[in-house]
């Protein structure tokens, strides 16, 4: 099974549309916010992008997490709806191939409003502002930092997709997940390692930048090989 089979399965569910909406509203907090409150960002000294940014993106990290969960927990509805996980324990497919191709689905999806986002902080800078030398670099650096940062979310809240035939029960403890990490996100660095937490994470250019990197990258192997794991378990002992 191929990711462009997974693409294909998605057409009936509205997740494309979904995902370009809700990129748009996110995009648009920005330009909103300068154009009701140009004031109170043209004032502060400091980089233009900076200001941006530390104004708006817990509102737009938060829709942004709330696309990818509404994401997972729909790819893996059609997977659970009609029995297909049941029908496809008896094909020659391993259940950790699918996980890995709707993984690599999310993310390209999960792409659409960053790039949405990164052309509103573009327009924002350039026309409220003034398009300062270096500009294209910090805005790539950051919005590559955003990128990863989602990384363990989209894993994590695949993982949950996975135990649970009901969308709602899924969704329901991704969205409490969520909620959690809104009020932990920025308690201390510790806490802000949670999965869901670090997709509220801001690129500081210090050493936790770093070591929240390396805490992505040691996440996404965990989740990814307990995921593995517990298909195994699954398809032994259902």
Not at 127 to 139: I, M, R, T, V
Not at 175 to 199: C, D, R
Request: aromatic share 12%; proline share 3%.
């Amino acid at each position: 099974m191929t990711s462009w089979l997974e693409f294909k399965k998605i057409k009936r569910t509205g997740i494309l549309p979904v995902f370009t909406v809700g990129g748009i509203l996110a995009a648009s907090i920005p330009i909103l916010n300068l154009m009701m409150r140009s004031e109170d960002f043209l004032y502060p000294e400091g980089n233009p992008l900076a200001i941006l940014i530390s104004s708006n993106w817990q509102m737009i990290a938060m829709l942004n997490v709330l696309l990818i969960l509404s994401g997972a927990c729909l790819l893996y509805s059609l997977e659970f709806s009609d029995d297909a996980i049941q029908k496809m324990k008896s094909l020659p497919i391993k259940e950790s191939q699918l996980f890995l191709n709707k993984v690599s689905l999310l993310i390209c999806l999960s792409l659409i409003p960053l790039i949405l986002e990164m052309i509103a902080m573009f327009v924002g800078v350039g026309y409220w502002f003034e398009l300062y030398e270096g500009f294209g670099l910090d805005l790539v650096q950051n919005f590559g930092f955003f990128f990863l940062m989602t990384l363990p979310t989209i894993l994590l809240a695949l993982l949950v997709a996975t135990f649970f035939e009901s969308v709602w029960v899924s969704l329901g403890i991704n969205v409490t997940a969520v909620f959690l990490a809104i009020m932990i996100y920025n308690k201390s660095f510790s806490l802000s390692l949670f999965p869901f937490a670090l997709a509220f994470q801001r690129l500081h250019h210090t050493n936790q930048d770093s070591q929240r990197i390396i805490a992505v990258l040691v996440e996404v192997v965990v989740i990814t090989i307990g995921e593995v794991l517990f298909l195994k378990t699954r398809r032994h002992f259902a």
